[in-house]
């Protein structure tokens, strides 16, 4: 469909008043059955990265600063499935969860009533959607203070046809002037309120998406469109739970940063902080840190206490350690780790069952004997994967692998807990100068790698903030090289660097 700009009777003002939305509201539309999936239930309430999909996307409009309300429109008879999601994640903006309509456009009309008369923001978006970005919802709002309606989409990579009855070619579009629609699709309320109110009186009305709406009914109405993204993807088919559930995985957070110093103390002072793997690099800087800011930590490792994570009777004895010291338990984190290089087929039994023991069984058997301490503080588990995690590497298979189970780790155990209150990451630091890295790789240029510290500081951020089920990025800035120890320390990290 194309739209017409010319001038008519529904062609907005050359001058019109400054618009003035009293609020922004999300509504999101979960009206979908999950057919095509073969489901037997909404597809939205399909789980996907450990939580279902409707409440990855409503996470997102949630934590957007630009959004002032959310509203559900939800599959009929799942109502309640969709208020005890929105519950149990504490979602304060979503202020009704109500039952959507048969059609795309019915269930428009029931959200346009539930919002309410007056001046506002209306964005709509498929809950399907989950991998909307913060970034889209921000363009989005941030449009339609020029435009009233405000739709987003992607170039087609792929070149389109349109086909007559018989499957025949009729014509191909020139591609640079398409785009693949997705959403929000957003709305200053006067203008899609008046696009359904004509459409109300054609009786061959039908529209797949409320930008159509606009664009049939009031064409003089600029559509702006934004920049969407290729993962924004909509779960329809079997294939797209995959891809969304491995697009979740390889997405990474980011660590709230705390730029006022104050704030660390405020948060750690009297807390305790467990660090298994604590005498040496990542760990070491981490204890260090949080003691400065008035934290009570206890760093375990196999070199400085004896403690192996891969003995279950280490770990509760380290942890008993530092309850009946401080009586609390608030964050436990597992840094402790090996890195063996060589091909495996070439080796060693004692080598393979080492690596595992370590840098999975370990950090498995921590999480377990932790949960009684961590549900009484509400506290975190913090683990440590690698960029190797996205892709196995040759020369060290069972590191990459094991690697990748933490992310997994991580993510269902985040799930898991969520019911004690209890929360679980993962930081993904990119190559850090540590001594467990000089040992496998040699010396490397000092501009290459992230320091130690930085990491440390990463993971104080994560400690303190309320993200659950992450994997959080640590990336060098630039110009940054990485502090020197002093010969002591150098000396000390290099004989600790098999250190666990």
């Not at 050359?14 to 999950?34: C, D, I, K, Q």
């Not at 409503?58 to 309300?69: G, K, N, Q, S, T």
Request: charged fraction near 25%.
């Amino acid at each position: 469909m194309t739209q017409d700009h010319t001038a008519g009777p529904t062609a907005a003002p050359e001058n019109p008043a400054p618009w003035r939305p009293s609020r922004t509201v999300a509504v999101v539309l979960a009206g979908g059955t999950g057919t095509r999936l073969g489901l037997g239930i909404p597809k939205q309430l399909l789980k996907i990265a450990g939580k279902p999909i409707i409440e990855h996307t409503l996470a997102v409009f949630e934590a957007a600063p630009e959004i002032d309300e959310i509203v559900v429109l939800m599959a009929t008879g799942h109502v309640a499935d969709a208020q005890q999601i929105v519950d149990k994640a504490g979602f304060r903006k979503v202020t009704k969860v109500i039952e959507g309509g048969d059609t795309r456009n019915a269930t428009t009309r029931i959200a346009l009533d539930a919002v309410g008369e007056g001046d506002c923001n209306i964005l709509f978006h498929d809950a399907v959607r989950p991998l909307v970005s913060g970034r889209i919802v921000r363009e989005c709002v941030n449009a339609l203070w020029t435009y009233s309606a405000v739709d987003v989409a992607i170039p087609s990579a792929d070149t389109i046809v349109q086909v007559d009855e018989d499957d025949c070619i009729t014509d191909i579009p020139v591609r640079s002037s398409l785009r693949r629609g997705q959403t929000p699709q957003a709305f200053r309320s006067g203008t899609i309120r008046e696009a359904y109110r004509l459409a109300e009186g054609d009786p061959h009305f039908a529209a797949t998406d409320d930008c159509g709406v606009v664009l049939r009914y009031l064409p003089g109405t600029p559509i702006k469109v934004i920049d969407g993204s290729d993962e924004n993807i909509k779960v329809t088919h079997p294939v797209d739970v995959h891809l969304a559930d491995k697009l979740f995985q390889l997405a990474a957070a980011q660590a709230p940063r705390v730029t006022d110093e104050r704030s660390y103390t405020e948060e750690l002072t009297g807390r305790t902080i467990v660090i298994f793997g604590g005498s040496y690099g990542i760990g070491h800087d981490l204890a260090e840190l949080a003691r400065r800011y008035g934290a009570q930590v206890f760093p375990f490792s196999r070199s400085s206490t004896g403690t192996h994570v891969e003995r279950a009777e280490d770990v509760e004895a380290a942890l008993k350690t530092a309850f009946e010291a401080t009586g609390r338990i608030d964050h436990v984190v597992v840094t402790a780790g090996i890195l063996e290089k060589g091909a495996l087929a070439e080796m060693d039994q004692e080598t393979m069952d080492r690596v595992l023991q370590v840098n999975f069984v370990g950090p498995v058997i921590v999480a377990r004997q932790s949960l009684p301490y961590l549900q009484q503080t509400k506290g975190q588990l913090l683990l440590y994967t690698s960029s190797s995690y996205t892709r196995g590497r040759a020369r060290y298979a069972l590191y990459s692998s094991t690697k990748a189970a933490l992310v997994n780790l991580t993510q269902a155990l985040s799930d898991e807990w969520a019911e004690f209150g209890v929360r679980v990451n993962c930081v993904n630091p990119e190559r850090t100068a540590t001594p467990m890295r000089t040992k496998a790789f040699g010396e490397e240029p000092e501009h290459t790698l992230l320091a130690a510290e930085t990491v440390a500081r990463s993971s104080l951020d994560v400690l303190i903030s309320d993200l659950t089920g992450q994997v959080i990025d640590v990336r060098r800035a630039p110009g940054e090289v990485p502090a020197q120890p002093g010969p002591a320390r150098a000396e000390r990290d290099a004989s600790l660097a098999d250190a666990g």
